[in-house]
T-cell receptor
């Protein structure tokens, strides 16, 4: 398995609180991605990174921000969590033009 | 916007059958195409990657093909087994968007003994 870990694996938080999810890789891949998976929508891209400090928005980026200060870490922050952000969040990594590998996911519940 | 359709949405078959899962893209300009497997409550496991210069890939009992002219891909599973039961997802990128994958909603496969 590709060396990707996500933390925390499960989190319950209240509406309006900030939340940060962490993705850590040991593969030294250049590209990292955050997706969310919801019933009826499949997986959708939130943000992605193509290098340290280089990030861009995906199709569902509103309410989320990201940071990448090191090759191995990609952080996803929900600035003020809402119930619509209850979801399963997956991190993925890949080399340029290559196969994407996914982490185990974080199940987030916003109450 | 790229839309990805997977047919059928669900499939239940007896062990030993050969299966075909289908995936189609509204924009046929696919650069890389990946098939994934997802078990309940788990992450995605990459099964096959068809890169831009390729038309098909094989791994064991799995064979995936991509027709770029029509934007359609098929995943063929030979001699299905109960352990193949999972949701199968296809995803493609458009090359110019730095590997951003567009996913279908998956085919939920059940193989019964």
């Amino acid at each position: 398995d590709a060396g990707i870990t996500q933390s925390p694996r499960h989190k319950v938080t209240e509406t309006g609180t900030p939340v940060t999810l962490r993705c850590h890789q040991t593969e030294n891949h250049r590209y990292m991605y955050w997706y969310r998976q919801d019933p009826g929508h499949g997986l959708r891209l939130i943000h992605y990174s193509y290098g340290v400090k280089d990030t861009d928005k995906g199709e569902v980026s509103d309410g989320y921000s990201v940071s990448r200060s090191k090759t191995e870490d990609f952080l996803l922050t929900l600035e003020s969590a809402t119930s619509s952000q209850t979801s399963v969040y997956f991190c993925a990594i890949s080399p340029p033009r290559g196969e994407q590998y996914f982490g185990p996911g974080t199940r987030l519940t916003v109450t | 916007k790229q839309e990805v359709t997977q047919i059928p949405a669900a499939l239940s078959v007896p062990e030993g059958e050969n299966l075909v899962l289908n995936c189609s893209f509204t924009d046929s300009a696919i650069y890389n195409l990946q098939w994934f497997r997802q078990d309940p409550g788990k992450g995605l496991t990459s099964l096959l990657l068809i890169q831009s210069s390729q038309r098909e890939q094989t791994s064991g009992r799995l064979n995936a093909s991509l027709d770029k002219s029509s934007g359609r891909s098929t995943l063929y599973i030979a001699a299905s087994q109960p352990g193949d039961s999972a949701t199968y997802l296809c995803a493609g990128d458009r090359g110019s968007t730095l590997g951003r994958l567009y996913f279908g909603r998956g085919t939920q496969l059940t193989v019964w003994p």
